[in-house]
Each structure stands twice: as C-alpha cells, then as structure tokens.
C-alpha cells in the first residue's frame, strides 16, 4: 500500500502515517498516538534540532504540544523527514553565512514577542551567537546551549579526577593559551560560544542561559556513525580484512559517554520547569558507568553474541581509534545529580538498544542516505576488496544491495 493511501485512510496528519510507519517497521523511537496540547503551548527556537541529540529532543517537545521552530540548512536525516519535520516549522538558515541572508528568520522575529526558549545544537563559531543574542535581542527567556567536555582540553585541570564544570578556566598564561587553541579549536571554539553568553548576560541584559557539556554522545541515529562502525566491524569481521584493535594507550582509559535521549529528557524538562536553580550555570552530563573503550567494544560484541571475535591492542600510530574524542577523562556529574536530578540510564540498558537499532538500521528502506554511508566507510577503511562488504551483508543481513528503493 502507498503512502497516499493510508494517507487517505488516516487523513493527512503525518501522525497517523507515522504510527503506520512504526507499526511496519518496529520503529524506535515512536511517538505516541494521541497528543495531549498543553495549557499553555511554549514558543521554542531551536537551532540545528534535525541531527542526532536535536531530532530526539524536538520529537519530545512536538510529542508535548509545543510550538517549535527549527533553523537549520533543510537536510532531514535518518527519520527525522516524518517525526519531526511535518510538527515543526523550518526556517532554511545556515549559520556559517551572514544572518542578514536569513529573511524568513527575521520576519519570524518580527512577528515574535517573546521566545520561551532557545535550543542551540549548532553553533560551533562564537559569532554564531553573539549574531543570534543581537537578533533576538531582548526577546528570549532561556537559551539552552549545547556545549561539549571538549572546552576542557583548553584549559588547566589541577586534580586527577573526574573533570568538574569549575576546571573550564583558561591558563594564565597568554602563550599556553594559544598552545591549546591551536590543538584544539573546536573546544576552544566552544568555549568562545560560553564565554559569549556569559558576558551579555553579564553586562548586555542577555538571557540567562544553561550550558549542557556532553562527552560523546551514543544512541540510535548518530550522525558520526562511530558506534555503527564499531558494530559493522564486529559483523563483517569474517570479510574484512582489518582486526579489530584499540589503541594500546587508551584501551584502560576509562570515558564518559552520554545517551542521546537522557540528554534530550533534561533539555525537555529544562524547557517545561525552568529550574532557577540551574540558570546560568554549566553542567556535565554523563552515564554513570565510565567504561574503557575496550569495554565499550567488548560489551558491544557480547550484546552481538560474536564471542569469538578478538580485539587486540596496537601502538600503530594509524589505529583507527573513534572513541572518546577527549583526552582529560571522565567528567563528574555530581552537579547535574543535584540541581538537575540527573538519574541516566543504565549502561546495560543503552548498550541493548543501541545495538539493536543498528542491527534493524541496515534493512530499513528509507535509511537508504546512512546505510550508503556506512558501506562506503566500510568499503574504504576495513578492506581492499569493497565487494566483499556486500557479500557480508547479503550473507549477514540477507540485504539485496545495491537494491530499487522502496517507494515510501
Ligand atoms: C584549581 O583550579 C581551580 C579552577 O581554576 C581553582 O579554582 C582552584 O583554586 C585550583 N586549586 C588549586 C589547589 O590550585
Ligand atoms: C543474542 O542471543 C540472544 C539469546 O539467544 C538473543 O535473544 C539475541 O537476539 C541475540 N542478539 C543478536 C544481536 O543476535
Ligand atoms: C565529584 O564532585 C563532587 C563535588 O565536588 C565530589 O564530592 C565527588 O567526590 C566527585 N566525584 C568523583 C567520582 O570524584
């Protein structure tokens, strides 16, 4: 049956399709059927909210009865294009370009008085938000920013422990300063992002703001494809040519790692009770288990029930090494515990799910953009017979590849 015609059958709510949808497919995740409208519908701009961690928390709000508006360049990936976009509205942007490009967000500025909340996931560039905090001038409640445990490979820790919030302070001195930057920009360009919203706040009546510092981040839908390369690895094992190997020195560092949707359940709870306790404030956000990467791929391969597969350690300089992207360790989450009653989940837990998604991700005819993504990275790294990938995963997975796209 097409899509027209359960869209005839259910009516054009996308809802009624999408519940269709997850019934064929057993789905994860879905949203529930009936949507309950809250008293009063909150007002939230969210910036990216189509990629990994933005996607599953926009679902959240949607699912709740809120008004969101999505900016971001208009690419929807995995499922996002049917649980998100038809609930949203879309603002086509791209932040790396003069905002003064972005009509459709100025008009959606004009016609707006008051913002309840701002999610950020997407700017990596400082003025990214000092061009946002401009814009929306006066108009925002809370501006929830998306920031990473990578702003402390920039500055000084002084204890061996669990990195705490407090840790973010740059070194005195000017030239260990731009040492840093230049090792690692991409913390340091985060860091900027904080240090912009904590200075308007300060001293330009900007909003107040709650920065959520993740560690990399696991769970269905990952964009990185870290976790699923792993796991493809294990799977293909037998027609590929690489053993699986950790890097010797990392293979007993323990890391945090954060799950997508305890991550996106804060955010949610953060846009619904603003908690005053926890404005203006930085959090690191963790599972509780802070496993080693050897770990990590151990236990992933027992969930796979390929007990047979080894992983060894290498000091090649070349070991394809994609966890963690940190190199100070684990963080500690008491603060989150405390303020933000931060209760993650099992690591058990997220292991089974996790691989279980990508175990049923390979088949699913509309995830066509990331299962050719995945072949090619397998096609490119792991083997120099690229037909072998595909005679693994007919052998494997029974899928017909390259096969016609279903029409859905
Ligand atoms: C360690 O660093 C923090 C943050 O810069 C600072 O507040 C603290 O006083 C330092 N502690 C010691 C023992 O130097
Ligand atoms: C592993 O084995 C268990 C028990 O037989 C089974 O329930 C589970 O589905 C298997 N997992 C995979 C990924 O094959
Ligand atoms: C985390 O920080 C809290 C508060 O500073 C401290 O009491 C606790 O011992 C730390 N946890 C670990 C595992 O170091």
Known sequence: MSLTMWQQLYGRDGRAVLSVMCFLFGLYPCLP???????????????????????????KLITAGHKVTLVNRGNWYWDSGFTVRPFV???????MQAVNKCTELFNYVSATNKI???????????????ETLDLLDGKVKLYIYISTDSVYEVCLKN??????ETDAVRPDSQEQRED????????????????????????????????????????PRDNTYRWWIYQ???????YLEKDIVVTAALANKPMSLVYVSDVADVIFDLVENPNPEALNQAFNLALKETPTLMELLENIRDQLNLTNIRISTSR???????????????????????????????????????????????GIPYFGRERNDIIRTMQTYFTTKPYNVIRGLRDIYGLAYPEPRDEL
């Open 33 to 59: 059927k009936a949507v309950e409208l809250p008293l009063k519908p909150k007002e939230i701009l969210v910036y990216g909210g189509n990629g990994f961690i933005g996607s599953s928390t926009v679902e």
């Open 89 to 95: 509205s879309q603002i086509k942007c791209d932040r």
């Open 232 to 238: 493809m690895w294990m799977k293909l094992r037998p």
């Open 116 to 130: 309840d909340a701002v999610i950020d996931f997407s700017a990596y560039h400082p003025q990214s938000v000092i």
């Open 316 to 362: 090649q300089p070349d070991t394809i090494q994609l966890f963690p992207s940190v190199s100070r360790g684990p963080v500690n989450i008491s603060k989150a515990k405390t303020i933000l009653h931060w209760n993650p989940t099992k690591w058990e837990t997220v292991l089974k799910d996790t691989v279980e998604f990508y175990e049923k991700a390979i």
């Open 180 to 219: 840093f930057e230049a090792q690692e920009s991409y913390g340091h360009r985060k860091l900027m992002c904080e240090e912009v919203l904590t200075s308007y706040q300060l001293e330009k009546n900007g909003p107040p703001y709650v920065f959520l510092r993740l560690p990399d981040v696991v769970g």
């Open 159 to 164: 204890h061996s422990g669990p990195t705490l």
